[in-house]
């Protein structure tokens, strides 16, 4: 089963303009991660939050945790062409082994 | 850094024949998944290795998928018989500790058609 629900399902933006995605999730989380995929390739890891975190920064990037509202965010500042790629958040379960569960994802197009 | 290697990146084959995919992860990394990608969904956990012991396959479909990570680096996850609905991308990833202490480092994985 898939824990979180990211939103929205897709995102089209200006180039230069910020990209805000959203992810929803059901179970007390250990940790919550930000994947970026582009067409045809592997994930590539963005960032990690811990449930003890609320907000953390690399680079353009910033993301923020809710554990109250089982949510977090991920915002892509100053939005380039090559940002366009799908984006997921995945979690792992509170007091569970390693197991890395997927949403859906985000498909994020910035047009130049 | 050598990333993760999977083999074939590519591979037609007809329902009920089988197919075996190759992982080889990053040097030193305890943990190997392999993940399911259909096209346009996100990746499903199919087996989680911790060294060359499962740790989760619950959502492997035993009677045709099996797995295993001999000498706990090298893995292989096969097919038999495959299914239409096995078309997919299946994904290796290996990570040092697991995913509750860190990243996960993802293959370009191999794209499955099945006819």
């Known amino acids: 089963s898939q824990q979180g629900e990211e939103d929205p399902q897709a995102l089209s933006i200006q180039e230069g303009e910020n990209a805000t995605m959203n992810c929803s999730y059901k179970t007390s989380i250990n940790n919550l991660q930000w994947y970026r995929q582009n067409s045809g390739r592997g994930l590539v890891h963005l960032i990690l939050i811990r449930s003890n975190e609320r907000e953390k920064h690399s680079g353009r990037l910033r993301v923020t945790l809710d554990t109250s509202k089982k949510s977090s965010s991920l915002l892509i500042t100053a939005s380039r062409a090559a940002d366009t790629a799908s984006y997921f958040c995945a979690t792992v379960a509170a007091g569970a082994n390693s197991k890395l569960t997927f949403g859906k994802g985000i498909t994020l197009s910035v047009r130049p | 850094e050598a990333g993760v290697a999977q083999s074939p990146r590519y591979k037609i084959i007809e329902k009920r024949q089988s197919v075996a995919f190759w992982c080889n992860p990053i040097?030193?990394?305890?943990?190997l998944y392999w993940y399911q990608q259909i096209l346009g969904q996100g990746p499903k956990l199919l087996i989680q290795?911790?060294?060359?012991?499962?740790?989760?396959d619950s959502q492997l479909p035993k009677d045709r998928f099996s797995a295993e990570r001999l000498k706990g680096v090298d893995s292989t996850l096969k097919i038999q018989p495959a299914k239409l609905e096995d078309s997919a991308v299946y994904l290796c990833a290996s990570s040092l500790q697991g995913a509750k202490t860190g990243e996960l480092f993802f293959g370009e994985g191999s794209r499955l058609t099945v006819l």
């Open positions: 290795f911790q060294n060359n012991g499962v740790v989760d």
């Open positions: 040097s030193g990394h305890a943990t």
